[in-house]
């Protein structure tokens, strides 16, 4: 019944931008802390920016300046902007969306790849 379905995933070339979406049913959205966290091969899911409303959001350390998390309640959706992107920018990128420990949901993911 809940679904978080992400888009916009694809292949980059280093320095350009992507931009990430996450359409989410099935919840009260504007209840929700909404996240985008990412997986690489063989490493730990790491959180990549969070939302809580349009004045309290964090980042990690490695994306700061570059990546900016925005949502829109009217359509129950989170985004990520990803501006000089880089290799190592490359995962499988999640979006999460939080309410309690019993109302945590996971979307499927969607690749970028950041290559030249």
């Known amino acids: 019944q809940v679904q978080l379905v992400e888009s916009g995933g694809g292949l980059v070339q280093p320095g350009g931008s992507l931009r990430l979406s996450c359409a989410a049913s099935?919840?009260?959205?504007?209840?929700?802390?909404m996240g985008w966290y990412r997986r690489c091969p063989g490493k730990e899911r790491e959180l990549v920016a969070r939302i809580w409303s349009d004045t309290i959001t964090n980042y990690a350390d490695s994306v700061k300046g570059r990546f900016t998390i925005s949502r829109d309640n009217a359509k129950n959706t989170v985004y990520l902007q990803m501006n000089s992107l880089k290799p190592e920018d490359t995962a499988v990128y999640i979006c999460?969306?939080?309410?309690?420990?019993?109302?945590?949901?996971w979307g499927q993911g969607t690749q970028v790849t950041v290559s030249s």
């Open positions: 999460n969306a939080f309410f309690t420990y019993k109302d945590d949901y």
């Open positions: 099935g919840i009260p959205f504007n209840r929700y802390v």
